[in-house]
């Protein structure tokens, strides 16, 4: 499969733990973002990556929520003493410029917040 | 990023066509029309977009009118798999400022009835 892949698809945990998710892009796409959506909601737009630098970051909901991709492959969402607020879908697209391609989206990890 | 306005929901007979509509009364020169779907517990799918002229690909046709301030997703035969939430967004070309970031609305809930 060449798809955008995110790992794991579903997640529960505990209020005040931290909890990381992954996501691998199709290969050559140089942009990475993650979105997140809550039930009965469109997607929301978190962060985007160029490569491995981030060019956009200042939607994350609160400094609990980081996101890193060191080596522009690859990335990872990390949420901090999570709160059952965090509780909802979170996506992941990617896309290339070079080869001039819409966002193809993951299939998301649902994370539960007990 | 110019804002839309769809129907909360409409239902299609199978096999009939389904024609999504979408305001953006407030779209710019240079924003394109986008059409995403996301199918039940799926990340979004990207469908067509387009500038001004209509645009026509393997899974729909975008009508968009001639002062651009709405458009018409068509898809010409629908079947039970089209069931769907349809996003229409308005986005920036790939390289310009926003356009790294899809906004979306609450979208048209699609029901493809037997």
């Known amino acids: 499969d060449t798809g955008v892949s995110q790992d794991p698809r579903h997640k529960i945990t505990k209020r005040g733990q931290n909890v990381t998710f992954r996501c691998d892009p199709i290969?050559?796409?140089?942009?990475l973002y993650w979105y997140r959506q809550t039930l009965g909601q469109g997607p929301e737009f978190l962060t985007y990556?160029?490569?491995?630098?981030?060019?956009?970051k200042s939607r994350l909901l609160s400094d609990r929520f980081s996101a890193e991709r060191p080596k522009g492959s690859f990335s990872t969402l990390e949420i901090q003493r999570t709160e059952q607020g965090d509780s909802a879908m979170y996506l992941c697209?990617?896309?290339?410029?070079?080869?001039?391609?819409?966002?193809?989206f993951g299939q998301g990890t649902r994370l539960t917040v007990v | 990023d110019a804002k839309t306005t769809q129907p909360t929901s409409m239902d299609c007979a199978e096999g009939r066509a389904a024609n999504l509509p979408c305001n953006h009364s407030t779209i710019s020169g240079n924003e394109y029309v986008y059409w995403y779907r996301q199918i039940h517990s799926q990340g979004p799918q990207y469908i067509i977009h387009g500038l001004k002229n209509n645009e026509t690909n393997e899974m729909a046709s975008l009508i968009i009118t001639e002062d651009r301030k709405s458009s018409t997703l068509i898809l010409p035969h629908a079947t039970l798999r089209d069931t769907a939430v349809y996003y229409c967004i308005v986005r920036g070309q790939y390289s310009g400022a926003g356009s790294y970031q899809l906004t979306f609305g609450k979208g048209t809930k699609l029901s493809v009835i037997p």
């Open positions: 290969s050559e796409h140089n942009r």
């Open positions: 990556f160029q490569n491995e630098a981030q060019l956009e």
């Open positions: 697209a990617s896309s290339s410029i070079r080869l001039n391609t819409e966002a193809f």
